[in-house]
């Protein structure tokens, strides 16, 4: 029997809400909403709260209802980042899809279970799995049970249907290259902008976190370990001028677990004069998970 936590590709690819979703209003209707926004202290415009790092929930202000673009130099963690964001959100009961286009669902899973058990997947303990185990049934935790490259309208799909249906708040997809989009005559770059404006707007639209791993393009030698910047990314419009936020991970050795997170963009009125600061944390290996460091904003360079 499938796990209740796997969402089918074939039950997405027709997938149509019951009822609309996209009522007409008059402006006016929106009037108490904005009195209510403007009256409210602002460490209550926050999104929802980080609890593993109050430094940075203090700094970029929670999971708002946007989509925030996770870079960072390849194969150094930055998926784990997500995935250790991810893991806060589930623990704290707040609903979550992951769609791992690249490594998959059992991947993922099982760096999961290194995050819950502190122990390497291989030496795991019999209380280890015990313990794993009731987490997956407690936590409001879906998964897309697909690898590989996936259409674009499949993808918007699936956070649709899983936002509509199962109240899902925070998405994280892994990553934008695995994303299959229709090119065509036109210009890769201008395909890739609009598929982050299309994730925002889903991300607006439906209420939610969409956490999109983005990787840079190719380096030259020397450039390694040094820290990505915007102007590094495909489709470098389209991430600028999103409504979303920007975080840039990087760590300035692969053999030492220091790493530092970048706020390279957060638009939150309350949070935006943060941009361009960076939190230092610290990696642990074997139970795959981010520690913060003192929790404060540093304005150095990579």
Request: net charge neutral.
């Amino acid at each position: 029997m499938k796990p209740k936590w796997l969402i089918g590709i074939d039950d997405l690819k027709n997938y149509k809400p019951a009822v609309p979703k996209h009522p007409i209003r008059p402006g006016i209707e929106f009037f108490s909403d904005w009195v209510d926004f403007t009256q409210k202290p602002k460490e209550q415009q926050s999104g929802w709260p980080t609890i593993s790092w109050p430094g940075f929930n203090h700094h970029f202000g929670g999971a708002r209802p946007e989509l925030v673009i996770l870079t960072g130099e390849t194969g150094t963690g930055k998926t784990t980042f997500a995935m250790n964001w991810l893991h806060d959100q589930v623990d704290q009961q707040r609903p979550a899809l992951l769609i791992s286009l690249e490594n998959g669902p059992a991947n993922s899973i099982t760096k999961l279970g290194q995050m819950v058990t502190g122990q390497w997947s291989w030496n795991t303990s019999e209380d280890g799995r015990t313990k794993f185990g009731k987490k997956l049934e407690e936590w409001p935790l879906h998964v897309l049970d697909w690898t590989g490259p996936l259409a674009q309208e499949i993808v918007g799909n699936a956070i649709e249907w899983a936002c509509i249906e199962r109240q899902v708040k925070f998405v994280l997809v892994d990553h934008l290259e695995f994303i299959d989009k229709f090119i065509g005559s036109r210009n890769e770059a201008y395909v890739i902008d609009d598929c982050v404006r299309w994730l925002a707007g889903r991300a607006a639209m439906l209420d939610c976190t969409i956490v999109l791993v983005v990787h840079p393009a190719k380096r030259g030698k020397g450039m390694r370990n040094t820290e990505i910047d915007m102007d590094e990314l495909k489709g470098t419009s389209g991430l600028k001028q999103t409504g979303g936020s920007v975080l840039v991970h990087h760590r300035p050795k692969n053999d030492s677990d220091e790493t530092w997170i970048r706020l390279a963009k957060i638009r939150s009125e309350s949070h935006s004069a943060n941009s361009g600061g960076r939190i230092m944390f610290r990696f642990k290996a074997e139970s795959q998970t981010y520690s913060e460091g003192d929790g404060f904003l540093d304005w150095g360079n990579g």
